[in-house]
């Protein structure tokens, strides 16, 4: 059991494109988890150039990214909103984590594999040990609760393990500076109750993505109330009448998930939905969601173009988030200089070597 105070930390890449299922699969519990814990949300601009960005894209994927955390309700008075690249010991952290992790735990690393494909002699190196950055933001606010999704949770287990090591390998120089055993805790999944997958408008099989061809197949926070509803008649069901139990969904995809995502925009559960609408066929239903989703999700769009009308706002909401994440992580960093054995200018002398 941790013995550090709870915090949590999340972060989303700013790649454009962001979705439905970005805002109900991660957003709607970030703003949740604001009630009850200190949360850091980051905008994790290092893991962005990975993959080659477009430098003017990049930046201003970066403001559009802070404009929808703000107008889907995360707030940056109560949380910490912030870039990435503007907090240096997230990637100094990341060069010690390095030096600790093993090469045999990234060549595990499923998603590495399947970014990589057959071609992964030619991708950066920053690709292959990007989950050890992932570590370090977490650890270098010592965030004891990680939000994750199912695609995420192995590399919240390769931050537990690199934790873990470094406890291990300098427990006598952390002992000597009088720090906690435990340096690091342990990250632990936050869980929020049953995830909300969303899948594709066109293909109930396959997850909503960005990298989809068709426009279509998902709807983008930044559309409007005209594309939002488009978008909903034009999905992909089958010409049944909806069930009324839930067992009635199964080998249905894209009725299942346009009941998934009728749920988790009214806040309530599919049994719910199926007994408000079983018997009915989608000419009754989807007009319904489009309703919902229009009402739910055109205001988030409103409020993001509002916002990114002004740039300059944003840069400043993002240096004050970057300055608050600072206060935190420079202390951190420090304590792992010291420990590890790095010289850091000014310091005092700590215990002889």
């Known amino acids: 059991m941790t013995s550090h105070p709870h915090r949590v930390f999340s972060g989303m890449q700013p790649t454009h494109s962001l979705h439905l299922g970005n805002y109900l699969g991660a957003m709607v519990n970030w703003v949740k988890m604001q009630e009850t814990h200190d949360c850091i949300y980051c905008v994790v601009d290092l893991h962005a150039i990975t993959l080659w960005q477009d430098p003017k894209e990049l930046r201003s994927n970066i403001r559009e990214l802070t404009a929808a955390y703000i107008a889907g309700g995360v707030d940056p008075e109560r949380s910490i909103i912030f870039n990435q690249s503007a907090v ?3 990637a100094e952290l990341a060069w010690v984590f390095n030096c600790v992790a093993r090469m045999g735990w990234l060549n595990r690393m499923t998603q590495f594999k399947e970014k990589a494909g057959k071609d992964r002699e030619n991708v950066s190196t920053g690709l ?8 370090a933001d977490i650890l270098v606010y010592r965030a004891t609760h990680v939000p994750v999704g199912e695609d995420q ?3 919240l287990e390769l931050a537990r393990n690199i934790a873990q090591k470094f406890n291990n390998d300098f427990a006598e120089s952390i002992a000597a500076h009088g720090f906690a055993e435990e340096f690091f805790p342990l990250p632990e999944p936050f869980i929020t109750g049953p995830a909300t997958r969303v899948m594709s408008l066109r293909d109930g099989t396959k997850k909503m993505s960005k990298s989809d061809p068709s426009d279509y197949s998902r ?13 909903v008649r034009k999905a992909r069901t089958d010409p049944e009448p909806l069930p009324s139990e839930l067992e009635g969904l199964k080998e249905r995809a894209g009725a299942e998930n346009l009941v998934g995502i009728y749920a988790a925009l009214a806040g309530t ?9 079983g018997g009915q066929g989608f000419a009754a239903f989807k007009p319904a969601l489009a309703d919902l989703a229009v009402a739910r999700l055109a205001p988030i769009a409103d409020e993001m173009r509002r916002l990114l009308a002004d740039p300059a706002e944003i840069d400043a909401l993002l240096a004050r988030g970057a300055d608050r994440a600072r206060a935190i992580a420079d202390p951190i960093m420090d304590e792992v200089k010291d420990v590890v054995g790095l010289l850091r200018p000014h310091a005092k002398s700590g215990p002889a070597a």
Do not use: G, R
């Open 219 to 231: 709807i983008n926070m930044t559309d409007d109330a005209d594309a939002i509803a488009q978008k």
């Open 88 to 90: 240096a010991a997230h």
């Open 269 to 277: 559960s599919k049994e719910a939905v199926l007994a408000e609408y």
């Open 153 to 155: 949770k192995q590399h």
């Open 128 to 135: 292959f040990v990007y989950p050890n950055l992932m570590a």
